[in-house]
């Protein structure tokens, strides 16, 4: 029964509800032997489904010519400790592409896990803009937001702001 409603779910989530990505493509890693946490996860989302049924999805561009990506982590979320990635693309109201996953490896922090996200999405993010601009649309700029303090520093300083923690950051990636 789980496993029936988590993709009847994912099907809703890849025609029309991009909304509920992340939390179904975390749930369908759970469908082998959920537990009492995940039933109480589905019916959030159906819960959640249910009451925004009337909701339309609104796309629309602004004029600054900016792509905007929202990149973020959930350390150590599955079973086998490994850590989700998700991401949300955007051109000004609406989420063009929503994308989430599972890591393909374990991290040791969240700071590692969220490096690993934006490691994982940085061809995504390459290909959206290249593919913009064979449109014939002007890109200026391509802005990740990201939410990790520690990442976010690691990202602007470099190695001036790691310490003992971060050193196997260089053997990794």
Not at 24 to 31: A, G
Not at 103 to 114: L, W
Request: glycine letters at 6%; aromatic letters at 8%.
């Amino acid at each position: 029964v789980f496993h029936t409603y988590v993709m009847k779910a994912m099907f809703l989530s890849k025609r029309g509800r991009p909304d509920i990505n992340p939390a179904i493509v975390f749930l369908s890693s759970r469908v082998k032997d959920p537990n009492e946490g995940d039933w109480k996860k589905l019916l959030r989302v159906l819960n959640f489904l249910k009451t925004t049924r009337d909701d339309v999805l609104t796309l629309e561009a602004d004029d600054e010519q900016t792509l905007t990506w929202y990149v973020d982590a959930a350390f150590a979320v599955h079973h086998d400790m490994k850590s989700q990635t998700g991401a949300v693309f955007t051109l000004g109201k609406g989420a063009l592409i929503s994308d989430s996953n599972k890591q393909k490896t374990n991290a040791r922090s969240s700071t590692e896990a969220e490096l690993n996200g934006v490691d994982d999405k940085i061809s995504k993010i390459l290909w959206t803009k290249r593919f913009i601009e064979k449109q014939g649309f002007k890109v200026k700029l391509t802005v990740i937001y990201q939410d990790n303090t520690s990442t976010i520093k690691l990202a602007s300083n470099g190695k001036a702001s790691s310490g003992k923690r971060t050193r196997h950051f260089d053997i990794k990636l």
